[in-house]
């Protein structure tokens, strides 16, 4: 693995439950010897990506002009950011957008609700495919049975609440119903008290490349009505989006 | 410099005006040969980081990853959204968190406007200092006219707009001026028709960690306006945010 390589691996083992680490827990995480996570630390030290205090690293708001390279260039979430401030104007809910990223959604765009208390969806977030009512939204437009078990047997379902349905024939049948729907629904899979709608967005050329949620608390808002209330708006944004892509 | 740097160099490159890069565009960009940045492309590419389509390279989602290092980690970034979400909605415009970024300010938070046409400071955006409301109350915990003086020598002003201040003499004054009112303000000297109101944010030490500011477009509302409607609101804020630090 290049120095390269390593280095980027470390940097991304920086999150909230290691929100600084030693030499040796950056080799353990990257799974590289202890000279390399040395060198490679002292290389972003050196570059501003991280500070020291001696015995922890830890990140810089330099590391945010990383992020910022696909943010900033791509016509997606450049795009997407007009639509989705409308359909939160609208709902009064914090809306999303999210893409794949390896077996998991990656949200790449977000308009805060006003609301006090929200959903805690920020950009960079990762949520697993099976339980989210995004992952259920992307993987819906995949067409034959199969390639939706595959999927699952690739990216084994975790319980995560009580209400998380792990079962990969139920799941394989709720996908295929979210691609007759046009919309998939997640009710406290994911977290309890919370629950989410997302339709697929599909580009000029009908390809599903991301999707737009909405979460909402199961106290402020019941799923039906979630589903009436916000479908029409999260459609009118979806279908706004895709004609730019 | 080593591969890890080449690299981050490279990654760097990609923003608006370069969304993608051939081998010799990022080799130019990043300052090394083109066989370096070849391997630093490739193994950028084996990594996910970005996508190739024979001839230009452009970063992928899964960049976002190493922007949220700081944001997920940070305990300003993950403490400040709660405030700014919250003087959003009294103000109902944009409220922004920055920090310095080698003399640049850097916008690490941000609660959006539901204002459909909002001013375009985003998450990872920067600013020169001499221009912006928030540079100026970055700048403004300076207690030494000397310190103000050698910043502008180290960072020269720029012409922005025909109202950007750019006399070295007159921003010195301007900033010892912030620091005594404890706000700072730019009108229309970073970009036509906005101007913006800063305020310092200062940790539980008493050290300016940040600032929170909002910007808002001319048309909708005066200098002196912005500044009586939005300065205790911004004040609050910034207490607030202060106090968990």
Chains 1, 2 share one sequence.
Do not use: N
């Amino acid at each position: 693995m290049a120095g390269l390589a390593k280095g980027l691996a470390i940097l991304e083992g920086f999150d909230k439950s290691r929100p600084r680490m030693t030499i040796s827990q950056a080799a353990e995480f990257a799974d590289v010897s202890p000279a390399a996570a040395r060198r490679c630390l002292l290389t972003l030290l050196d570059a501003g990506y991280v500070s020291h205090d001696g015995k922890y690293f830890q990140p810089t708001p330099r590391m945010v002009r990383l992020g910022r390279a696909y943010l900033g260039t791509s016509p997606l979430a450049l795009h997407a950011q007009t639509y989705l401030d409308q359909a939160r104007d609208v709902l009064d809910e914090a809306v999303s957008l999210a893409v794949w990223d390896e077996g998991q959604c990656l949200f790449v765009a977000r308009a805060g609700a006003s609301q006090i208390v929200s959903t805690d969806i920020a950009v960079g977030v990762r949520l697993p495919a099976h339980a989210s009512a995004t992952g259920r939204a992307l993987l819906s437009a995949l067409k034959e049975e199969e390639e939706i078990r595959s999927f699952f047997q690739r990216y084994p379902p975790v319980q995560l609440t009580p209400s998380t349905i792990t079962d990969v024939d139920a799941l394989t049948h709720i996908v295929q119903r979210a691609g007759e729907l046009g919309y998939a629904t997640s009710a406290e899979e994911l977290e309890l008290g919370m629950h989410s709608l997302a339709v697929p967005v599909a580009d000029s050329r009908g390809a599903c490349v991301a999707t737009i949620s909405v979460s909402a608390f199961t106290g402020r808002i019941g799923i039906d009505e979630l589903v009436d209330k916000a479908l029409p708006i999260l459609r009118l944004a979806a279908e706004g989006l895709g004609k730019t892509l």
